[in-house]
């Protein structure tokens, strides 16, 4: 109502007739706003306020009092806030990681404390560098190191140990700190490298981890004492060991066959240049078998030992294709569970005596039997032997079992000689195997071992 009479005192000093546009109610002077003039603004009283004049989020109170706060400053506390928390976070995990740190070269400088004496400044570093193995652990530098026990106790002569001992820095020079480049094979529970020993001689080294041998020191003692002691012209020859501490394995150092093994001369293509002679074919066969025989006899302080896993994997042939049996007595170097994980391919390759299925037990038997399918495989060529193969050296079709690379190149008489050899050999019963004195008797008389 202020406002109108306000207004209505202006009428005097306000022309209205120059203001033609101007329309509105409750002025006497002034018309009516008509509704479909688009140009003129919609008539309103006076008095009347809508809710929309006032937004729903104002504040009507006076912000100019000190307990108002300003809008504006929030998002900057917030950014500010954001930054100190993660300063924070970053602080305490940077912490964490140096203590974790920290832990961690205490742990590895406490496992190098255990290494052997005999390392060099830069052979500690090396094995520091590669800490992230697990070889390096506290686990394998715990009391493991059968050596260590003294070498009055450890059952081996100061003469075996000067000649057949080796430190953990020969063997890592030799091959190179156990580079790729060396591997020559890898299984579940050992890794051969090749080697070049100080005196330039070629050798082929196994590494055996702590877990993979006998849990007790003085069976594994017994073991490698029997490895020691092992020594024929056609046995793969052990050049020495080494047992370290620090790595948790042991090493054992053979001499290197370069002409790989049996494997590689069977199941032969057409022109590969790898088609054994008949004459070389005769002259593995006599070698095997003076091997095994030699490992059956009992001669002056070595006892008759049974080899347990004869097959063509475990046959080298030299430069002059002479056969060296390789793993003669290493089963008594290593767990049972080990042993047994490697009978598996044997079996699975027909090795396997059928009695050991029912007796659980290895004999000079078992060796006759995995010698009389090594006979079949080299006569045939074929790592394969199935009972075609037998059938036909039973019945002389020397087509179905003499290796057809020959292109008839042998002799019928030995041919049939050697398949009845074998047939024996691989008999079902172990009574009616013969011994391998007896074989070499078959074999020749000229062959009796040495």
Not at 46 to 65: G, R
Not at 292 to 319: C, T, W
């Amino acid at each position: 109502m202020a406002d109108n009479e306000a207004l209505k005192r202006l009428t005097t000093g306000f022309q209205y007739g120059n203001n033609s546009d101007l329309c509105g109610v409750g002025f006497s002077n002034l018309e009516k706003c008509a509704a479909s003039d688009p140009d003129r603004p919609e008539p309103s009283e006076p008095n009347v306020t809508t809710a929309k004049d006032i937004p729903e989020s104002a504040n009507p109170s006076d912000c100019s009092k000190s307990d108002c706060s300003n809008p504006s400053k929030t998002p900057r506390y917030g950014i500010i806030f954001g930054v100190i928390g993660v300063f924070i976070a970053v602080s305490v995990t940077g912490i964490l990681m140096f203590s974790w740190h920290r832990r961690s070269k205490q742990k590895i400088g406490s496992a190098l404390d255990n290494l052997d004496g005999r390392l060099s400044t830069d052979q500690v570093k090396e094995i520091s560098r590669r800490s992230a193995s697990p070889l390096i652990s506290l686990e394998y530098s715990n009391g493991w190191d059968p050596l260590a026990i003294g070498r009055s106790k450890s059952g081996f002569s100061q003469e075996v140990l000067e000649s057949f001992m080796f430190n953990l820095e020969e063997v890592e020079r030799a091959t190179q700190c156990f580079s790729e480049m060396n591997l020559l094979g890898k299984s579940n529970f050992s890794a051969i490298y090749k080697g070049i020993l100080r005196d330039g001689s070629v050798v082929a080294i196994k590494s055996i981890t702590k877990t993979s041998c006998k849990s007790d020191e003085a069976d594994f003692l017994k073991g490698l004492k029997i490895l020691t002691s092992l020594k024929h012209e056609n046995l793969l020859r052990l050049r020495g060991f080494c047992c370290s501490k620090g790595r948790g394995e042991c090493f054992l150092i053979y001499d290197f066959v370069p002409n790989g093994n049996l494997v590689q001369y069977l199941d032969v293509k057409d022109g590969s240049g790898k088609v054994l002679e008949w004459t070389t074919r005769i002259s593995i066969i006599n070698g095997i078998a003076k091997g095994i025989a030699y490992l059956h006899g009992s001669k002056g302080n070595k006892r008759a030992l049974v080899h347990q896993n004869i097959s063509a994997e475990k046959v080298f042939i030299d430069g002059w294709y002479n056969p060296m049996l390789s793993d003669s007595g290493l089963h008594k170097l290593l767990a049972d569970d080990v042993v047994f994980s490697m009978l598996k391919a044997s079996a699975a390759m027909g090795y396997l005596a059928p009695e050991y299925t029912t007796t659980g037990r290895f004999t000079e038997k078992s060796d006759i039997y995995a010698f009389g399918m090594i006979v079949l495989q080299i006569l045939s060529g074929k790592r394969n032997i199935t009972q075609l193969t037998h059938h036909a050296a039973e019945s002389c079709r020397f087509e179905d079992f003499i290796d057809a690379n020959l292109e008839g190149n042998f002799s019928e008489s030995e041919a049939a000689k050697l398949g009845r050899i074998a047939l024996c050999c691989t008999n079902e019963s172990p009574n009616h195997r013969p011994t391998m004195e007896a074989v070499m008797q078959e074999l020749g008389e000229s062959m009796v071992a040495s």
